[in-house]
């Protein structure tokens, strides 16, 4: 893929905006559309890209198989964290109120909590997915050779 020049050049200038887009949806999720899923793959989209257009193995590189086990059981831990804390505090599982003096700010703390544990899971297991189904491919065409 390294006779593709332009295709290269202009990756290289998307992803980050694709990574800039992916932390607006996270960040503006609790105030309107969007949130954690969709952050997640578009997030995981930027990599998703990254390979297609660099080869699997750079990709690999610089997202590596532990990095993603750790954010999709990171993620998880967030998101059960945050219900688990509000059981602590006196509420309900994912009962946010409890979290700060203030209900409305215990609320907004608990539903940023949620949307980025959601987020960082998507994100990671949607690269994962690609990269298991990708590696797949890549070893089918190592064994024809």
Same mark, same amino acid.
């Not at 593709?4 to 887009?21: A, D, G, N, Q, T």
């Not at 990095?67 to 009962?95: M, Y």
């Given at each position: 893929?390294?006779?593709?020049?332009?295709? %290269?050049? #202009?990756? *290289?200038?998307?992803?980050?905006?694709? @990574?800039?887009?992916?932390?607006?949806?996270?960040? +503006?999720? &609790?105030? /309107?559309?969007?949130?954690?899923?969709?952050?997640?793959?578009?997030?995981?989209?930027?990599?998703?890209?990254?390979?297609?257009?660099? /080869?699997? &193995?750079?990709? %690999? *590189?610089?997202?590596?198989?532990?990095?993603? %086990?750790?954010?999709?059981?990171?993620?998880?831990?967030?998101? !059960?964290?945050?219900?688990?804390?509000?059981?602590?505090?006196?509420?309900?599982?994912? &009962?946010?109120? #409890?979290?700060?003096?203030?209900?409305?700010?215990?609320? +907004?703390? =608990?539903?940023?909590?949620?949307?980025? !544990?959601? =987020?960082?899971? #998507?994100?990671?297991?949607?690269?994962? @997915?690609?990269?298991?189904?990708?590696? %797949?491919?890549?070893?089918? &065409?190592?064994?024809?050779?």
């Amino acid at each position: 893929m390294s006779h593709h020049l332009v295709v %290269r050049v #202009v990756s *290289k200038m998307l992803i980050p905006f694709i @990574i800039l887009f992916a932390l607006y949806v996270q960040l +503006h999720g &609790d105030f /309107g559309p969007g949130g954690g899923f969709q952050a997640g793959v578009i997030f995981a989209s930027a990599f998703v890209l990254y390979a297609l257009v660099f /080869g699997l &193995d750079a990709a %690999r *590189k610089v997202l590596p198989d532990g990095v993603l %086990r750790v954010c999709i059981a990171l993620g998880v831990l967030i998101f !059960g964290g945050t219900g688990v804390l509000g059981l602590f505090l006196g509420g309900n599982f994912l &009962d946010y109120s #409890v979290l700060s003096h203030v209900p409305a700010h215990g609320q +907004h703390y =608990g539903i940023f909590a949620i949307e980025f !544990g959601v =987020g960082l899971t #998507v994100a990671a297991a949607m690269a994962t @997915i690609f990269f298991m189904f990708a590696g %797949r491919g890549a070893n089918l &065409d190592e064994m024809e050779e």
